[in-house]
């Protein structure tokens, strides 16, 4: 298997504009969850889904982020509008069930300038 | 207080070192615990389950207090690919069943 896939690698966009990042999970995992990364907050959890089902967006920033699963195999997570605050490692990963043991991709570098 | 505590290193050990790290979490609810490995700008991996008696996997052992809510990983015979970000995952338990991850100690394993 490919692994969870993400895009784009890296994303360089200016205050204002979306971003749509991109996430598909591992073939037959039920779980998908969304994660932040920075150096001060290290690893923070935003949303996840389960069975396409978000289950838990306690950790969405706010009304700019929202995220959906329109389908076991892809999933996106839009900013809008993005602020330089936003500037961050975004990482997608999914779980066979339980979310226990989950597989992340490689990530999406985002910088707002 | 942090969900889970970590001391951030960096921890610099020459190849061939035993090193420990530690950490604590704050849900006493909290049933099941991970370690994950993550190196420079890549994602994280899971390293290894943390079980209630201990366990072991080759050069890795991790450990489980609960009455201390605190859980250690020894790494023995450092070798320099071990050099990486670890974090500490406890499953947050009741009402938050999620991984909450911990910043990360960072190991550097000189030659």
């Excluded at chain 2, 090193?19 to 604590?24: D, E, G, P, Q, S």
Aim: hydrophobic content about 35%; proline content about 6%.
């Amino acid at each position: 298997d490919a692994g969870v896939i993400q895009s784009p690698r890296h994303e360089v966009t200016e205050m204002g504009q979306e971003v749509t990042l991109r996430c598909k999970p591992i073939s037959g995992h039920n779980s998908l969850f969304w994660y932040r990364q920075t150096m001060m907050r290290g690893l923070e959890l935003l949303i996840y889904f389960n069975n396409n089902v978000p289950i838990d967006d306690s950790g969405m920033p706010e009304d700019r982020f929202s995220a959906k699963m329109p389908n076991a195999s892809f999933s996106t997570l839009k900013i809008q509008p993005s602020e330089p605050r936003d500037s961050a490692v975004y990482f997608c990963a999914s779980s066979p069930g339980g979310g226990n043991i989950q597989y992340f991709g490689a990530g999406t570098r985002l910088s707002v300038l | 207080r942090k969900e889970v505590e970590q001391d951030p290193g960096p921890f610099n050990v020459p190849e061939g070192a035993t090193v420990a790290f530690n950490c604590t979490y704050s849900n006493s609810a909290s049933q099941s615990f991970f370690w994950y490995r993550q190196d420079c700008r890549k994602e994280p991996k899971l390293l290894m389950s943390v079980y209630s008696s201990g366990n072991e996997d080759g050069r890795f052992t991790a450990q489980l207090n609960r009455a201390s809510q605190y859980i250690s990983l020894l790494i023995r015979d450092s070798k320099l690919s071990d050099s990486a970000t670890y974090l500490c995952v406890p499953r947050g338990g009741g009402a938050t069943n999620k991984l909450i991850f911990g910043t990360g100690t960072l190991l550097a394993v000189q030659p």
